[in-house]
């Protein structure tokens, strides 16, 4: 039995023989727990909205359970670090509890997009990011929930985990979600927990 042998012997003999066989051979055993590195690093990330544009404040418009008949309100600003806040009040009055902000898009990025990338921080709430295909408030929304912490967080939302819903029910033989015929996306809050919110936005990006 030659030195080197004996030595990794010593050293290892608690540990077993995986262990050395991994010594004295690291370059066949490393390899495979880094598998999942270049993967992460080949993903491009394209910024869909730009908060810093001048005019993008505008861009935004509410749609709250007003238009049911409830009173929640909510709005849209840009924050003087540039950017998008979403807030106001949800109210269950009137069979109300939603609301709402959304913006028309032209592509901007989605096609062949595997997930939506988000850079937010909340208030605890669970809020939805919503994308349609046609920009009409009586067709199809997709939805994708997540919940919130209080801090700054990144957000991915898959392609596959969006769900197609209209007035808040799943609509089942919906066509398939294509990113690159989105032309509208947004937020929406959904809740039985009346009072005020607010949802801070970053980034929002799609992951190709």
């Known amino acids: 039995m030659n030195t080197l042998f004996k030595i990794a012997l010593r050293a290892f003999g608690l540990m077993g023989v995986a262990a050395i066989v991994w010594w004295l051979a690291p370059s066949e055993v490393a390899p495979q727990a880094q598998q999942s590195a270049p993967l992460l690093a080949q993903a491009q990330m394209v910024n869909i909205i730009d908060f810093e544009e001048q005019t993008e404040e505008s861009r935004w418009r509410n749609v709250d359970d007003t238009v049911m008949g409830g009173v929640s309100q909510s709005a849209f600003s840009i924050t003087p670090n540039g950017y998008g806040l979403f807030s106001g009040t949800l109210s269950l009055e009137n069979n109300g509890g939603f609301t709402s902000v959304r913006r028309s898009v032209d592509d901007a990025g989605l096609t062949g997009a595997q ?67 989105v032309r509208q996306l947004g937020f929406l809050l959904a809740s039985k927990e009346s009072g005020s919110f607010t949802l801070e936005i970053e980034s929002i990006q799609s992951e190709l």
């Open 115 to 181: 997930a939506i990338v988000l850079r937010v921080k909340g208030d605890g709430r669970v809020y939805q990011f919503r994308l349609r295909m046609n920009e009409s408030n009586r067709d199809i929304s997709y939805r994708s929930e997540f919940e919130t912490s209080g801090e700054w967080q990144t957000v991915r939302l898959p392609i596959e985990s969006f769900e197609p819903v209209f007035r808040g029910r799943i609509v089942a033989g919906a066509p398939t979600l294509e990113p690159g015929n």
